[in-house]
């Protein structure tokens, strides 16, 4: 496909004013993997705050990656791997301790499942600690418990024009140091010199020899503004202020009325044509399924005509050294299985309705049978399939039909 990475912003982007990811999102971004899209995460939020939602989106399946604390910090979900960190010097802290004390703010930090604060009391911090899923440790000596380099402090108050004060101050004299900028009308984020989303994803990009034409961004806010200027597609929220969607190239609807999932179906679903069905990656993530306990690898595969082979071995063969019939079948109902994903909608799933196979001539071991699966019914509710399995010399061995059951994700 043209683009090899999908960004998404958390907040007010991926997931609704409940918190929640919505039905038809989550099965929009879970097929966009399917077809080898990879996912990236990014958010101010911390990364224990994040990983249920990377759960929750199979990240870990599908390679994706978590960009937390507004970038400084990301790690490989598929194995929790940090591939990039950029922290704060701890000598730095008792300086940002001595500024919230004198202005009367609140300060917190993170390490690993817990908020680490000053006031425990603070409704803001109280309701950034739940909305991680994070426990709260009170310091009242906050500077002398932090003997870690962080990646990211914060502070905290209903004061928003001390805030904006004391930003436009550090910006001045902490330039180079440290960076600093509003997240919340009553949060004050400190970070590492240079760090911000745009110029994290970029680590990553290079990393993985990702060009900026080759990804999409979304965001809603001032801190993803870098982020959908870098991408070939930054997509603004219908929620984003008018700053931020100036910024985009384009604008979809809000976070509550599925605006990720329009705008994904959009760029990535609507039109799916046969060399885009990404097969490579397809054949990599069934390793470690029946399709790879199996030694079935897709060849081909296209809206009507989906092809596959598998070896006749230790695997497949009957004690006699023959194909087993169940392997053949196992093997219908993989490719009739992936044709049917490649033509349903985003907001549909396929389940294996019926399987039955005229087993007509034999393969022997050291062969590599050939499936090829075409479309004979194609409705609403369900699709047959047909699915011939050859020999390596075009013997014909089984005809079966396979029926797979449409259903709509609730």
């Not at 063969?317 to 019939?325: A, E, K, M």
């Not at 062969?367 to 075009?394: C, E, L, M, P, Q």
Request: with cysteine; proline share 3%.
């Amino acid at each position: 496909m043209k683009y090899k990475m999908l960004v998404l912003d958390v907040d007010g982007t991926l997931l609704n004013d409940e918190k929640e990811i919505s039905k038809r999102t989550l099965n929009t971004l879970l097929k966009v993997q399917q077809m080898g899209v990879r996912i990236m995460l990014a958010s101010g939020r911390p990364t224990y705050g994040l990983l249920p939602l990377a759960k929750k989106l199979e990240l870990g399946t599908y390679n994706g990656y978590i960009l937390s604390y507004n970038g400084g910090q990301v790690i490989n979900a598929s194995n929790g791997e940090v591939v990039f960190e950029r922290r704060i010097n701890p000598e730095h802290i008792t300086y940002l301790e001595k500024k919230a004390e004198k202005n009367g703010f609140s300060i917190l930090t993170y390490n690993g499942d817990t908020v680490v604060t000053n006031n425990p009391d603070d409704p803001h911090v109280r309701a950034e600690a739940a909305l991680n899923g994070m426990k709260l440790e009170h310091q009242e000596f906050f500077s002398a418990a932090i003997d870690y380099p962080p990646c990211k402090c914060m502070l905290v108050s209903d004061d928003e024009e001390a805030l904006v004060g004391l930003e436009n101050h550090w910006k001045r004299r902490l330039n180079g140091v440290l960076d600093v900028f509003r997240s919340e009308p009553y949060f004050l984020e400190v970070v590492g010199s240079r760090v911000d989303k745009a110029n994290t994803l970029g680590v990553i990009m290079e990393m993985e020899g990702i060009k900026t034409d080759e990804i999409v961004v979304f965001g809603d806010g001032v801190a993803d503004v870098t982020m959908l200027q870098l991408a070939d597609l930054g997509i603004a929220m219908g929620n984003a202020p008018d700053s931020v969607k100036r910024c985009a190239d384009y604008v979809t609807l809000s976070n509550n009325e599925d605006g990720v999932a329009v705008a994904v179906e959009n760029a990535f679903l609507a039109e799916v044509r046969e060399s885009e069905i990404p097969l490579d990656a397809l054949n990599a993530q069934a390793q470690t399924t029946l399709m790879g306990n199996l030694g079935i690898q897709y060849t081909y595969a296209s809206h009507e005509r989906i092809e596959a082979t598998m070896p006749v071995d230790h695997r497949t063969r009957q004690p006699f050294g023959i194909l087993h019939g169940g392997a053949t079948l196992a093997l219908a109902e993989t490719v009739a299985g992936l044709g049917s994903m490649v033509i349903c909608n985003p907001d549909e799933f396929v389940v294996g309705m019926q399987v039955s196979g005229n087993h007509i001539s034999s393969a022997h071991e050291g062969d590599t049978v050939r499936a090829v699966a075409t479309i004979v019914h194609k409705g609403r509710s369900s699709h047959v399939w047909n699915v011939d399995v050859f020999t390596s010399t075009g013997k014909l061995v089984s005809s079966i039909r396979v029926m797979n059951s449409v259903m709509k994700r609730k």
